[in-house]
Structure formats: structure tokens, C-alpha cells
């Protein structure tokens, strides 16, 4: 009999990214930001930043949720560098944010749900990967991702007056 890994155990892809999605409530629930969480851990499976969309009560147009953590994960590294870092975002990173990735030398991004007006891990751009860059990402994307679209889906249906679908 084979045994299937407990995708749910510390450690795991989908554990980090529950930790995400906590983030991501927190951003809604009591700062009214669109609800994307994003968690950064290190190569040994410490956490070294967190953080939560921004932009809107920050009247930040660069305080997404995977800049946030990135700008903390490098304080507590010493590091603009995130060499051996994974990165875990509810949402599929947009281009900027993609981007930082690329130049902070991010090993892997795991994304919750595909973004497919401005995704650009795959969905309409491929920007982490792109071999042009002297800096590739591995990319893992969909882990959670009907709860992670659950959410901002409900979000913008709340914005419009209209019950959780």
C-alpha cells in the first residue's frame, strides 16, 4: 500500500498557503483591502515575511500583498536578495510584483487562484519564468485556489451590494 503525503502537515504547500489565506481575511476583515495574503519562508522553512494588500489605506499603488511581505522578508534577511526564499500569494502575481520576484532572486512562487486579466505567472503573462531573465522562478500555481478566488470573488460581490455567491 502507497502512502500519499498529508498535504495539509506543516511544512506543506497547502499549509502555507492556509497561512496565506489567514492573511488574506485579516487585509478584508479589518482593513477592508481586497483580500490577497502573501507568506515568504526561507529555506529552512522559516517564515521571514508576511503581508496583506495595502494599496487602498495606504494610498499605495505598490503595497500588494507580495511587495509587503518581500520588503519585510528582506529586513529580517539582512538581504534585498531572497535566494532560497518560496513565496506564497493567494492570488497570481501581477506584473510588478512578478517582476520583484525576478530581481529579488525568489526560488519559487506558490499562487492560490489564477488572475486572468493580469496574471503573469502563466495566465496572461509569463514573466517568472521568462528566459530572457537571468533569474527564473519555479512556479507552482492553483494550490487552494477555488478558496482563494471564493474570497475575492465574495469581496467584490459584497463591494456590489450582492450576497457570497
Same mark, same amino acid.
Given at each position: ?22 492573511? $488574506? ?87 492560490? $487562484? ?52
Amino acid at each position: 500500500m502507497q502512502k500519499h503525503a498529508d498535504t495539509t502537515a506543516p511544512g506543506t504547500d497547502e499549509a502555507w498557503m492556509r497561512h496565506a489565506l489567514a492573511l $488574506a481575511d485579516r487585509a478584508e476583515r479589518d482593513f477592508d483591502e481586497i483580500p490577497v495574503g502573501t507568506v515568504v519562508v526561507d529555506a529552512t522553512g522559516q517564515v521571514v515575511g508576511e503581508g496583506w494588500n495595502r494599496n487602498i489605506g495606504e494610498h499605495d499603488p505598490s503595497a500588494h500583498a507580495e511587495i509587503v511581505a518581500m520588503r519585510e522578508a528582506g529586513r529580517a534577511l539582512g538581504n534585498h536578495r531572497l535566494i532560497g526564499c518560496t513565496l506564497y500569494v493567494t492570488l497570481e502575481p501581477c506584473a510588478m510584483c512578478a517582476m520583484a520576484m525576478v530581481h529579488a532572486r525568489v526560488a519559487r512562487v506558490v499562487y492560490g $487562484a489564477s488572475d486572468p486579466k493580469t496574471g503573469a505567472a502563466g495566465s496572461v503573462f509569463d514573466l517568472l519564468t521568462d528566459p530572457r531573465h537571468n533569474h527564473r522562478v519555479d512556479v507552482t500555481g492553483g494550490v487552494l485556489g477555488g478558496e482563494a478566488g471564493q474570497r475575492l470573488r465574495n469581496y467584490f460581490r459584497a463591494k456590489r451590494g450582492l450576497p457570497p455567491a
